[in-house]
């Protein structure tokens, strides 16, 4: 009985998947972080840039 205890794996494969899960997600947390920053950067430049083709088009086209 003992012996049939030890050579049963279903609680391994549980315990693996689980540390698969774990580190997968460890892995998107730190990849999101990482690429928090370019996507800030990104937003911040595309709304430079708009806010600028704005304010050209204003002052080109205003009827004052």
Known sequence: ML???I???EGQSIVEYSLLLT???ASMVFMLTLMGVNVAQAIGFS???VES????AYEKFSTR
């Open 47 to 49: 709304s430079v840039t």
């Open 7 to 9: 050579k049963n794996e």
């Open 53 to 56: 083709y704005t304010k050209w």
């Open 23 to 25: 580190l997968i997600g």
């Open 3 to 5: 012996m049939e205890f």
